[in-house]
């Protein structure tokens, strides 16, 4: 007889956190900052600008899941990235998509977290709901937001 598990549900119910942690590393523009040289957690804390509370747990969730390496352990440890995040991440390569998940980030997860209110009213749930203007309108009104979604499609 097949055993029934939860492990699926809970994976997907609880997918926004590792969605939101690699966000939050993006924004923080983490994968650049480590395009040179590994780094201690302290110097990651300093570089970035975090409270000591984020040092090591942040980037030892980013090692958990596989977009930092690390070498060593305790305080001295070093973090470097992945290829895959040298690649993709780091906004000095060629080949950086990050402007997307950046766009994704400032954008479309607000706006996803109120899913619920959009199905239950059936009213947009994206700028509009929040100044009245179209999408595109509110996207050229302000300079900032249009080179951030221009950097997204690129």
Do not use: C
């Amino acid at each position: 007889m097949n055993q029934l598990s939860p492990a699926r549900i809970m994976e997907v119910g609880m997918a926004f956190w590792p969605a939101k942690v690699l966000l939050s590393a993006v924004e923080l523009g983490l994968f650049t900052t480590l395009s040179t040289s590994a780094l201690t957690g302290a110097e990651l804390q300093t570089a970035l600008g975090l409270h000591p509370r984020a040092n090591p747990d942040f980037f030892d969730t980013l090692v958990a899941l596989r977009f930092l390496e690390r070498d060593g352990d305790g305080t001295e440890s070093r973090y470097r990235n992945t290829p895959e995040t040298a690649m993709f991440l780091d906004k000095n390569s060629p080949q950086f998509m990050g402007g997307f998940l950046e766009m994704a980030n400032a954008r479309l997860y607000p706006f996803w977290g109120d899913l619920t209110e959009g199905l239950r009213t059936g009213k947009p749930q994206n700028e509009i709901k929040l100044t009245g203007a179209p999408v595109f309108a509110e996207l050229y009104s302000k300079p900032e937001r249009l080179e951030q979604f221009m950097d997204a499609m690129n």
